[in-house]
């Protein structure tokens, strides 16, 4: 078992324990719970009318929105992505995906109200800067006769950034269009490794782009990191990690690779004897961990790591942090309108999502019809069940007058059963059950998913082979 060095000097509860017993124990597969239930349960049952009912009575509501835009091309194919995407050098397909993307974004306005203020947006991929800079703002002028864009200091509107699709004017064009926060895609600084997942990006060239970023008054800068590719090991992976500390980005997530070449198929070009053992992922993991909060930056969750003056560290602090497909975010009150292929968009009450074919989606924007194809409603219990689910994963605790007052039930009494299932964990030390209270321990940080997963009525009898493992 391993403290985390700043717990220690700090003679406090530790934030994090590294537990390798528990770590075996409890590593199976499981959910990430960007949504609840999730993406497994949709069913083609829940079409274009049902989405449109849900945008209906998400617009009684009149709170704000957050909106989803998901731009899937890309110059470049990188090996381990499994993300929706189109490999394309033409830069001119993207103006004719963006007039669809407004005309898609015409028909949502009606439904969800085009008075609401917009407090969260996100641009999405693929690789949103693939679009020329006039297509950027074709689309974005687009929006703002659509929708009540916020210019206040508390919006969120966020974009992913390949460094490699950067041109001089990129950044400025984006923060002239109304963005305050980006996230880069680094992966690994190694040479070797970058060769080995076709994502040759040279160091100099993140920090150029993380240099005008700030310069230009961007905030809240997040680096993407993921361990497990080829060639990587403890001892290179510590290295790239020192030089993305000495980058300093407001925020990190360092995904575990899951090689799955039979689901995705550009993983084929990955030779699997290149990889990390699974000891080599986990002693990369955990060293990783130490390191970050030896460096400061506090635990969210997961892949999440955040310093302590950043809006997440803050929200997770005061019990506003939420989490939804983009991860985790300070907006848990906004309905999340999607537009473009395979995007997910939710309320309240339902999750729904487009045509994961880019033909197929073109031609129901085309034809002036919604691109849902499949969704789900939400019951009573779903929605419970994804309160506490969220409460857990992004609080680390659950308050059981607090729910009481919420849902006027009684939780001891609605959750019989998985207090029953959790025993084995509180026994681990993995929750504290302290009366009003369930804690999430510092040895249970790191396996969340699996204390999730106890409340997930859809995995009673326990997750799919169709989730990744949970670490």
């Avoid at 403290?3 to 017993?21: C, G, M």
């Avoid at 009684?410 to 009003?436: H, K, T």
């Amino acid at each position: 078992m391993a403290f985390d060095t700043v717990a220690e000097r700090s003679n406090e509860l530790p934030s994090f324990i590294w537990d390798e017993a528990l770590i075996r124990r409890y590593d199976l597969s499981g959910p990430r719970y960007t949504s609840y239930p999730t993406a497994v349960e949709f069913t083609a049952e829940f079409g274009p009318e049902a989405m449109a009912e849900a945008a209906r009575r998400s617009r009684a509501t009149g709170g704000p929105l957050s909106l989803y835009t998901h731009l899937p091309f890309c110059a470049h194919l990188c090996y381990y992505c499994a993300c929706n995407k189109v490999i394309t050098k033409k830069r001119d397909k993207a103006m004719p995906y963006v007039e669809r993307l407004l005309r898609e974004a015409a028909l949502q306005a009606r439904l969800f109200g085009a008075d609401r203020p917009v407090q969260q947006l996100h641009w999405g991929g693929g690789t949103p800067t693939f679009l020329p800079r006039e297509a950027m703002r074709h689309l974005m002028a687009g929006y703002a006769e659509l929708f009540k864009l916020d210019s206040s200091e508390t919006r969120d509107y966020s974009v992913e950034i390949d460094p490699r699709e950067v041109a001089d004017d990129t950044l400025a064009t984006l923060w002239e269009l109304g963005f305050n926060r980006i996230s880069l895609g680094v992966q690994d600084v190694n040479p070797a490794v970058q060769k080995a997942v076709n994502r040759v990006q040279p160091r100099a060239m993140t920090e150029a782009v993380l240099d005008e970023a700030r310069r230009l008054g961007f905030r809240s800068i997040n680096l993407d990191l993921i361990y497990g590719l080829p060639y990587q090991t403890p001892e290179s992976f510590a290295e790239t990690l020192e030089a993305v500390i000495e980058m300093s980005p407001d925020r990190l997530s360092v995904f575990s690779y899951a090689h799955l070449p039979d689901r995705f198929y550009p993983q084929t070009r990955i030779q699997a004897d290149t990889l990390p053992s699974p000891q080599q992922k986990l002693t990369i993991l955990h060293n990783t961990i130490n390191r970050l909060l030896d460096a400061g930056y506090e635990y969210i969750g997961m892949d999440h790591f955040a310093k302590p003056d950043d809006s997440l560290a803050a929200a997770q602090r005061e019990g506003r942090l939420h989490r939804n497909f983009q991860g985790y975010t300070t907006h848990s009150d906004c309905d999340l309108v999607s537009l473009g292929v395979s995007a997910i968009g939710q309320t309240d009450e339902a999750y729904f999502q487009n045509n994961h074919d880019l033909a197929a989606w073109e031609a129901a924007i085309d034809e002036g019809r919604l691109a849902t194809i499949r969704g789900v409603a939400l019951t009573r219990d779903d929605r419970i069940r994804r309160w506490v689910i969220g409460q857990l994963i992004c609080q680390f605790r659950l308050d059981r007058k607090q729910f009481a007052a919420r849902w006027q039930e009684d939780f001891d009494r609605y959750f019989s059963d998985e207090l029953r299932r959790l025993a084995p964990m509180i026994q681990d030390d993995l929750v504290a059950d302290r009366g009003q209270v369930l804690q999430v321990q510092p040895a249970g940080r790191l396996l969340i998913r699996a204390i999730c997963q106890i409340f997930d009525l859809y995995r009673k009898e326990g997750a799919s082979q169709r989730f990744s493992r949970i670490i």
